[in-house]
């Protein structure tokens, strides 16, 4: 197991003087492919670095600290040391953000609506640009519905999910914004949403750790997945196993710590869990191959686990103050993870060689040969 320490990699760790409360990976492919379609060759060298795109600030009052949009750029091992760009919203604070996997753009909550944000690719031949501007589309259905706390879309980008602080959870096609489903009390707050790798299922789970799956073509709960003892859910997660089993992971907190259960997507029997810290955790993600578990703690601390449960790295105050996002990178060689201390970070996850099971058989035949020419000559 790999433990780091805060003052390492500090490159990959920058302030950037908001306090962060959403972010995610851009989707630098299909934006280009969208906006500046080019040859290979061309795109290849075009995209040799990585995107983010945060979102957070002081919120309303004269805190003297802007709400706004960032986009910074990840460069093999490092962080850009200030916003590549900047998009203020005014006096309304971003205080959740979906980013549409297949490119379109930037969806926001913000105190009493959801706004849309569209990627700006400059006409100029600087590479690697990309910028963020305030879309004309206007989302009607999620106008003046007060705070969001969940938004996100399904794999393919086709339906958007979000849940408010009133408990109010709805389902839009996308982009037409055609309701799917629409639940007043679905939760007394919802808290976190997932939708299943196919897009079939949306797991919504509230307050007072109540949880729920939903079909989302008949809009029809499916389960409802109890708590034990004094589990209190925290957050959830679909994610896919290498023979394409999906599996349903939810953060809880205990009296002993922090710990992670994992659900059959069949029978919506629980089949697990483990504690993986002993504070509260405020973040969570898994990657998109299924093989890490992210979860980050209200001290600042990151554990990733592999799909074994088993700890893979641990870095003590990754972060000075609570953790309010993790995300993997689409190749899950990274996760991204931002605080209320205004700082981002990124931290890359190493992959440990399998061990080759023929050489472990060649030491333990070296191994009993020496031992029997030992041997031999005594008894002889």
Known sequence: MAKKKNGEDSACSQKYGVPIYGAAWVPTNNIFDKQKPMENDEQDSEL???????????????????????????DSNSLSPNPMSKLGTGADLPYRMAVHPGGDGVICSFPKSCRWFEWDVPESSEKHKVDLK????MLTQLEDVGQQL??????????????GEDGHLRV???????????????????????????????????????????????????ASLPKENDEMFGSCRFSQTKDNTQILYITAMR?????????????????????????????????SDGEFLAVGTIQGDIFIVNSSMQAHTVIKKAHLGLITVLMFSDDSRHV?????????????????????????????????????????????
Request: with cysteine; glycine share 10%; proline share 2%.
């Open 48 to 74: 040799s670095s990585s995107w983010l795109v945060f979102c957070g600030g002081g919120g309303e009052g004269r805190s003297g600290i802007p709400n706004s949009l960032l986009l910074a750029q990840f």
């Open 134 to 137: 305030s879309s004309e589309k």
């Open 150 to 163: 969940a938004v996100t879309f399904n794999a393919e980008g086709s339906a958007l999910a979000v849940g």
């Open 172 to 222: 839009f096609k996308w982009p037409s914004m055609e309701v799917i489903l629409d639940e007043n009390d679905a939760h007394a707050t919802v808290k976190d949403l997932s939708f299943s790798s196919d897009g079939k299922y949306l797991v919504s789970l509230g307050s007072g750790s109540s949880c729920r799956v939903w079909d989302v073509s008949s809009s029809k709960i499916v």
């Open 255 to 287: 009296g002993q710590g922090g710990s992670i259960i994992y659900w059959d997507t069949t029978s919506w029997k629980r089949i697990g869990s483990k504690q993986v810290v002993r504070d509260p955790i405020s973040a969570f993600n898994v990657s």
């Open 336 to 380: 991204a993870s931002t605080s209320l201390d205004s700082s981002a970070r990124v931290t890359l996850i190493q992959r440990k060689k399998k061990q080759n099971g023929l050489s472990i058989w060649v030491v333990l035949l070296v191994l009993l040969l020496a031992i029997l020419a030992y041997i031999l000559p005594l008894v002889m």
